[in-house]
């Protein structure tokens, strides 16, 4: 069975640096797609980045030049450097992936259990 597991979140000060992971564990044949979404109390979810197995990104227009989303693919773990953050960023962070287990015929969309980030003075 694969799972994601997120770490790296935290409460940081405006200004502040995070960097969250998440790592695809169990049967893989391959990785498609991953990325993040965060969700903030009261807001909708919204895709933050993502990167595919070519290494092409999607970057959210309002963190761009602040975070940067990368992918080491011999470990099948995504990156997600948040840099110069603000009170707006402060939500749960959700790592999800487009992965092909060994044991499926198809891609299956999966989740991480989220990760809290804080942003405050």
């Known amino acids: 069975q694969v799972q994601l597991v997120e770490s790296g979140g935290g409460s940081v000060q405006p200004g502040g640096s995070l960097r969250l992971s998440c790592a695809a564990s169990g049967s893989i044949f391959n990785i498609n797609a991953m990325g993040w979404y965060r969700q903030a109390p009261g807001m909708q979810r919204e895709l933050v980045a993502s990167i595919n197995s070519g290494g092409n990104a999607y970057v959210l227009e309002s963190v761009k030049g602040r975070f940067t989303i990368s992918i080491d693919k011999a470990k099948n773990t995504v990156y997600l450097q948040m840099n110069a953050l603000e009170p707006e960023d402060a939500a749960v962070y959700l790592c999800?992936?487009?992965?092909?287990?060994?044991?499926?015929?198809?891609?299956?969309?999966?989740w991480g259990q989220g990760t809290l980030v804080s942003v405050s003075s």
């Open positions: 999800y992936g487009d992965i092909l287990p060994t044991s499926a015929y198809r891609y299956l969309e999966l």
